[in-house]
């Protein structure tokens, strides 16, 4: 049973708008969350994360939202650009297991 | 920044064959990770370790084994191939708590045909 879960396979939008994916958890026990970008042919690399005493957090153009109550945390891209083309794993870490759960991807096409 | 190396980018392997698949880490992290990436199943993983002679399975370990035995090199071992093991094999090393992230190496896409 997954844990962590994308629900949007791909996103499309348009430069300089507004980009939210979503991702949903069942583990009330996790202790960070995370999110990831990948390009083709590369390894995720690191974008953001929050932990889970905090609601918001902010870096540059990328904001990850946390509502615990509804096990669930979204990331905003403003505004978006056509480097932001990638895929987008949602992770969640939980100090016992000392391990990441990821989700299984949002694809986001930003269109110039 | 820490660098994760993957020894192949691509490899091609037959049926049966026995595969080893490398990583090297150089900012003495205690724990590496193999996870395998699949449309629509995101990065599951298969096995990690924490220490040196240490491993753990994860969610996935059945067809695979590891190998830890310096604390920079980390190696997958599909010990009989098989066609459901064609993926994307990503190794990654670090601590994500307090909010850091595992470094990625770049990846192994594994056919095996």
């Known amino acids: 049973d997954q844990q962590v879960k994308q629900n949007s396979p791909s996103l499309s939008v348009q430069e300089g708008r507004i980009s939210i994916l979503n991702c949903d958890y069942t583990?009330?026990?996790?202790?960070?969350f995370l999110w990831y970008k990948k390009y083709p042919a590369e390894g995720p690399t690191f974008l953001i994360s929050?932990?889970?005493?905090?609601d918001k957090n902010e870096d540059g153009r990328f904001t990850v939202f946390l509502n615990k109550s509804a096990k669930h945390l979204s990331l905003h891209i403003v505004p978006s650009q056509p480097g932001d083309s990638a895929v987008y794993f949602c992770?969640?870490?939980?100090?016992?297991?000392?391990?990441?759960?990821f989700g299984g991807g949002t694809r986001v096409l930003v269109k110039p | 920044d820490v660098k994760v190396t993957q020894s192949s980018r691509y490899l091609v392997k037959r049926t049966g064959e026995k595969v080893f698949l490398e990583c090297v880490q150089d900012?003495?992290?205690?724990?590496m990770f193999w996870y395998r990436q699949d449309p629509g199943l995101g990065l599951r993983l298969i096995y990690f370790?924490?220490?040196?002679?240490?491993?753990e399975k994860g969610d996935i370990p059945e067809g695979y084994s590891v190998s830890r035995e310096k604390k920079e090199r980390f190696s997958l071992i599909l010990e009989s191939a098989s066609t459901n093991q064609t993926s994307m094999y990503l190794c990654?090393?670090?601590?994500?708590?307090?909010?850091?992230?595992?470094?990625f190496g770049s990846g192994t896409r594994l056919t095996v045909v």
């Open positions: 929050i932990s889970s005493i905090k």
């Open positions: 990654a090393s670090g601590t994500p708590g307090r909010g850091g992230g595992y470094t």
């Open positions: 900012m003495d992290h205690e724990n």
């Open positions: 583990n009330s026990m996790f202790d960070y």
């Open positions: 992770a969640a870490w939980e100090a016992a297991g000392n391990k990441l759960t």
């Open positions: 370790s924490y220490d040196v002679k240490m491993k």
